[in-house]
T-cell receptor
Framework: SAVISQKPSRDICQRGTSLTIQCQVD?????MFWYRQQPGQSLTLIAT?????????ESGFVIDKFPISRPNLTFSTLTVSNMSPEDSSIYLC??????????FGPGTRLTVT | QKEVEQNSGPLSVPEGAIASLNCTYS??????FFWYRQYSGKSPELIMS????GDKEDGRFTAQLNKASQYVSLLIRDSQPSDSATYLC????????????FGPGTSLSVIP
């Protein structure tokens, strides 16, 4: 399975600011995903990011708030914009191997004060 | 609204017992089913995938799928304290595009 890294691993940010999370994969993948996991909750899909096309956002998530870039087959970024305390969460990227099996990065723990 | 539901936890079993985790899903068109294990403070880890009706065994883990009943389960034999984690059921769904949705998870505690 692919090895996935995320930066930063954690951050504490002030409300109204933005944070960009990076996801790097050690092999080329077509499908990358961004999830949010709030404390004690399951995973909520934010968007699917395919290289060369616009990200597909799930209901309740918009591009202005969570812009995503996917410049190549090994890298993606998720920006959390104009943050509020409600954005405090763990953000996870994942990749799919073509059979719907997903492999996750270690996550970014975000706290907004 | 396509959904995945899991038996509410937390589930506690003694060491050496069989832990049974259950999951139901609403999309009859789903063809791929997964179990992930998530330790506290860690990201989810894929432990089993199943695509056909019946049982699939991998070591102490057995996944069972019944598409007619829209039901998938995970059995953990000879449970160990190291199995204590949250187990997430995930199912592929087809909307305007393919994606995987996750259930709420079941917390398992194996008591030594």
């Amino acid at each position: 399975s692919a090895v996935i890294s995320q930066k930063p691993s954690r951050d504490i940010c002030q409300r109204g600011t933005s944070l960009t999370i990076q996801c790097q994969v050690d092999s080329q993948v077509t499908m990358m995903f961004w999830y949010r996991q709030q404390p004690g909750q399951s995973l909520t899909l934010i968007a699917t990011a395919n290289q060369g096309s616009e990200a597909t956002y799930e209901s309740g998530f918009v591009i202005d708030k969570f812009p995503i870039s996917r410049p190549n087959l090994t890298f993606s970024t998720l920006t959390v914009s104009n943050m509020s305390p409600e954005d405090s969460s763990i953000y996870l990227c994942s990749v799919e191997d073509g059979t719907y099996e997903q492999y996750f990065g270690p996550g970014t723990r975000l706290t907004v004060t | 609204q396509k959904e995945v539901e899991q038996n509410s936890g937390p589930l506690s079993v003694p060491e050496g017992a069989i832990a049974s985790l259950n999951c139901t899903y609403s999309d009859r068109g789903s063809q791929s089913f997964f179990w992930y294990r998530q330790y506290s403070g860690k990201s989810p880890e894929l432990i089993m995938s199943i695509y056909s009706n019946g049982d699939k065994e991998d070591g102490r883990f057995t996944a069972q799928l019944n598409k007619a009943s829209q039901y998938v389960s995970l059995l953990i034999r000879d449970s160990q304290p190291s199995d204590s984690a949250t187990y997430l059921c995930a199912v592929n769904v087809k909307t305007s595009y393919d994606k995987v949705i996750f259930g709420p998870g079941t917390s398992l505690s194996v008591i030594p």
